[in-house]
């Protein structure tokens, strides 16, 4: 048998540039940007179901998603003002408006306080 050290390419890769959380923050940054392509795709299918489909809107649509798709390709982790961005903007096209979702006058139900954590915040630590 070959030596296998001489095969051993962990060495040669260093140390890791960026810190645990920066890494984190990609990774959420990265599902967010799969999720935008998601919610792209089931706008697509919804937008094609129609009775008359919108070609515009369709195509519209699919340049939104491959958009997404370029911005996670060219994603650097150690681009921290790039990865806010991402997840902002992603957030902001993955939002529900409450107003329009709640069927209960907008009173906030027991279920409703017990999503949010202690402090007012959502826990993603923005």
Known sequence: M???ADLTVLPALGTAKWTT???FAYEVALEAVRQAIGSCAQR???AEAADEPDQELIAALRAEQAAWAARGEQLDPLDSR???RVRADADNLLS???EDEDDDEGHDGPDDEAEEA???Q???GD
């Open 2 to 4: 070959g030596n296998f």
């Open 21 to 23: 959380a920066q890494i």
């Open 44 to 46: 697509i299918a919804e």
């Open 82 to 84: 790039a990865v806010s």
């Open 96 to 98: 529900v408006d409450d």
């Open 118 to 120: 202690p402090g007012g």
């Open 122 to 124: 959502d826990g993603r």
